[in-house]
């Protein structure tokens, strides 16, 4: 075991990398729904659910290789420098070609990189805590998102206006970089971090790859989530269309880039809030994990009621908050606890197969149902409850997983 104040120090840097990141994600965030919203429209949104279900599936499976190549350190690495990179690129790309296509593919890029980075920091987390550990330190490490958020939609609200929202793609990228060094300023690496280097071609092949996915889906827990996670993501996309059309009929473009930064500035302290006084103490109870866990699962069908029943702009950012906001706060750390009781070598695959080829499948079946939006309110609601009973059913697995 690590000496305790090791993992305060290894927990204070990793708060401070997470920031980082997240500041980097919520400006590229704010940007990429401000123009999208504005210059092309709500009605297109399923084209961008599809194009980011199929490079998730491309890049999870580029990433389970990776991953195992180079190890939790040096993948971490990579995708901040990929991150970069493609706000460098996007903002290049904005100003040289702007049109449709181009903002599709901004929104696109901000997506896969909010996915990869969900997938791989989990894994990262994970590597560096055994469960006792990550029960007392997550919820505070995940304050660094919520922080890195809050200033990333500071910077987002008042800067929107004099710079142009497309510039503020320069300031995500330099959050990268920095986010980068803090990584590669930490010496200490984990045993798998070294090991990697001696992994061989044959271990990292399909059919191996294919033998973790199964060895994962031995689980109950894994396949209680895969259950659940399709009726999230399909109650999930249909709250964010829901309030994105909302937005995008009342506000233009710098309004709402400049709402989406004053939102997420306050909403994200809020979050920080919730964190830190209310989910470390739900955690610390005998059942606060599948409490939590049903307690955010009852939230997606009471927004997609109080949408339903009053549109408004409130509603709307009642919506935003429970699809984004506090899932990130809740839900996000909360499913690392529960990949956290699984065996060390199944995790990766585990949240690859979820996130990789769970969430993007269930996201094509997304972008199809809301190409008709008059059908939305025949399925939206059904699906949010269906996800409740299955939570209780992950709930269960998780028990029984922990013993």
Same mark, same amino acid.
């Given at each position: 075991?690590?000496?305790?104040?090791?993992?305060?120090?290894?927990? %204070?840097?990793?708060?401070?990398?997470?920031?980082?990141?997240?500041?980097?994600?919520?400006?590229?965030?704010?940007?990429?729904?401000?123009?999208?919203?504005?210059?092309?429209?709500?009605?297109?949104?399923?084209?961008?659910?599809?194009?980011?279900?199929?490079?998730?599936?491309?890049?999870?499976?580029?990433?389970?290789? %990776?991953?195992?190549?180079?190890?939790?350190?040096?993948?971490?690495?990579?995708?901040? *420098?990929?991150?970069?990179?493609?706000?460098?690129?996007?903002?290049?790309?904005?100003?040289?070609?702007?049109?449709?296509?181009?903002?599709?593919?901004?929104?696109?890029?901000?997506?896969?990189?909010?996915?990869?980075?969900?997938?791989?920091?989990?894994?990262?987390?994970?590597?560096?805590?055994?469960? %006792?550990?990550?029960? &007392?330190?997550?919820?505070?490490?995940?304050?660094?998102?919520?922080?890195?958020?809050?200033?990333?939609?500071?910077?987002?609200?008042?800067?929107?206006?004099?710079?142009?929202?497309?510039?503020?793609?320069?300031?995500?990228?330099?959050?990268?970089?920095?986010?980068?060094?803090?990584?590669?300023?930490?010496?200490?690496?984990?045993?798998?971090?070294?090991?990697?280097?001696?992994?061989?071609?044959?271990?990292?092949?399909?059919?191996?790859?294919?033998?973790?996915?199964?060895?994962?889906?031995?689980?109950?827990?894994? &396949?209680?989530?895969?259950?659940?996670?399709?009726?999230?993501?399909?109650?999930?996309?249909?709250?964010?269309?829901?309030?994105?059309?909302?937005?995008?009929?009342?506000?233009?473009?710098?309004?709402?880039?400049?709402?989406?930064?004053?939102?997420?500035?306050?909403?994200?302290?809020?979050?920080?809030? %919730?964190?830190?006084?209310?989910?470390?103490?739900?955690?610390?109870?005998?059942?606060? *994990?599948?409490?939590?866990?049903?307690?955010?699962?009852?939230?997606?069908?009471?927004?997609?009621?109080?949408?339903?029943?009053?549109?408004?702009?409130?509603?709307?950012? *009642?919506? &935003? *908050?429970?699809?984004?906001?506090?899932?990130?706060?809740?839900?996000?750390?909360?499913?690392?606890?529960?990949?956290?009781?699984?065996?060390?070598?199944?995790?990766?695959?585990?949240?690859?197969?979820?996130?990789?080829?769970?969430?993007?499948?269930?996201?094509?079946?997304?972008?199809?149902?809301?190409?008709?939006?008059?059908?939305?309110?025949?399925?939206?609601?059904?699906?949010?409850?269906?996800?409740?009973?299955?939570?209780?059913?992950?709930?269960?697995?998780?028990?029984?997983?922990?013993?």
């Amino acid at each position: 075991m690590v000496e305790a104040s090791t993992q305060r120090r290894l927990a %204070v840097a990793l708060w401070l990398i997470y920031a980082l990141l997240s500041a980097g994600l919520a400006i590229n965030d704010g940007v990429a729904n401000a123009l999208f919203l504005a210059r092309v429209g709500a009605t297109d949104l399923p084209l961008v659910f599809i194009a980011k279900a199929l490079l998730d599936m491309l890049g999870a499976a580029l990433y389970v290789r %990776v991953d195992r190549r180079l190890g939790a350190r040096a993948t971490l690495v990579l995708l901040l *420098v990929f991150a970069a990179l493609g706000s460098a690129g996007a903002w290049l790309g904005v100003r040289a070609l702007p049109g449709a296509w181009t903002y599709l593919a901004l929104f696109a890029f901000e997506e896969v990189c909010q996915t990869l980075l969900k997938i791989h920091w989990g894994v990262y987390l994970l590597e560096r805590f055994d469960a %006792v550990s990550a029960r &007392r330190y997550f919820p505070s490490i995940y304050t660094g998102a919520r922080v890195g958020a809050v200033a990333g939609g500071l910077m987002l609200g008042p800067l929107a206006g004099p710079l142009g929202p497309s510039n503020l793609m320069l300031v995500a990228a330099l959050l990268f970089v920095a986010a980068t060094v803090a990584v590669l300023a930490r010496s200490s690496a984990t045993p798998r971090d070294h090991e990697s280097d001696a992994v061989n071609e044959a271990d990292v092949g399909p059919l191996r790859a294919l033998g973790r996915v199964r060895s994962a889906l031995s689980s109950s827990l894994v &396949r209680a989530t895969a259950v659940a996670t399709p009726l999230m993501v399909l109650s999930r996309y249909a709250l964010r269309y829901r309030y994105s059309a909302l937005l995008s009929s009342v506000l233009g473009e710098v309004e709402l880039a400049r709402v989406y930064g004053l939102y997420v500035a306050s909403a994200n302290t809020l979050a920080v809030l %919730v964190q830190l006084f209310v989910t470390a103490r739900l955690y610390a109870l005998p059942s606060g *994990v599948t409490s939590t866990n049903i307690g955010y699962a009852l939230t997606l069908p009471a927004a997609l009621a109080l949408m339903w029943r009053v549109p408004s702009l409130l509603s709307a950012l *009642v919506g &935003r *908050v429970v699809e984004s906001e506090l899932k990130v706060a809740l839900k996000t750390p909360l499913s690392n606890l529960f990949y956290g009781v699984l065996p060390a070598e199944q995790r990766a695959a585990a949240r690859a197969l979820v996130l990789g080829l769970i969430v993007p499948l269930a996201t094509l079946v997304a972008a199809a149902l809301l190409r008709r939006p008059a059908w939305l309110d025949s399925w939206a609601l059904p699906c949010a409850a269906a996800f409740v009973l299955a939570s209780l059913l992950q709930n269960r697995a998780y028990r029984s997983a922990e013993r």
